[in-house]
């Protein structure tokens, strides 16, 4: 179906006309302000929160018609590029996601992250920014969406994923990989350290 006036509700979901009539997805937060949710939905999507997975529902002038259950599937270099950061002298590795928290907790056991932030908005990921460099001083935020722009400019250093990336989110961030391969990752901390040293031996030098 054609549609249009399409517009994005940030940490929320998504909003359109199709067909000619009003749509939208979205998770549990956004159905409730909307007012459409209900006894059995509010039961389904508990479950399926509980099961790990973030539920969206859909809704076709003012009426939820569907629920779509999603899980994120760890990308195979994930748990490497976490023991890699951590051999490279990164103190902790926190998670960020507007996803449920069960499901957020199954992915960053996958992966072996240190710490989860789960069920935040794009205003409440700058608050967990900010409250990390308080605990352990320079923090580096890694995002592609434009949920996390407001936290990648509130980061010590921004990493947007190339390819992915939207472009607040390439637009916000002090570094843009250009591939999406998460073990970029390392590597740029790795030549960032290299970059360093060898405009501290230039000084050395010139002086």
Known sequence: PVSSEFQSIPGRGAEAVVAGAPALIGNHRLIEERGFCNAAIHTRLDELAASGRTAVVVAKQGQPVGIIALAD???????????????????????????????????????????????????????VVRDLRTRYGSVAMVGDGVNDAPALAAADVGIAMGVAGTDAALET???????DELLKIPYAIRLGRATLRNIKTNVTISL
Do not use: Y
């Not at 270099?77 to 103190?91: A, C, I, K, Q």
């Not at 961030?173 to 591939?179: C, F, K, Q, T």
């Open 73 to 127: 599937r760890p990308r195979e270099s994930g748990r490497d590029t976490v023991e890699m950061l951590r051999r490279h002298g990164v103190e902790r590795v926190v998670m960020l996601t507007g996803d449920n928290r069960a499901a957020a907790e199954t992915l960053a056991r996958q992966l072996g992250i240190d710490e989860t932030r789960a069920e935040l908005l794009p205003h409440d990921k700058v608050d």
């Open 173 to 179: 961030a002090d570094i843009a990989l250009m591939a």
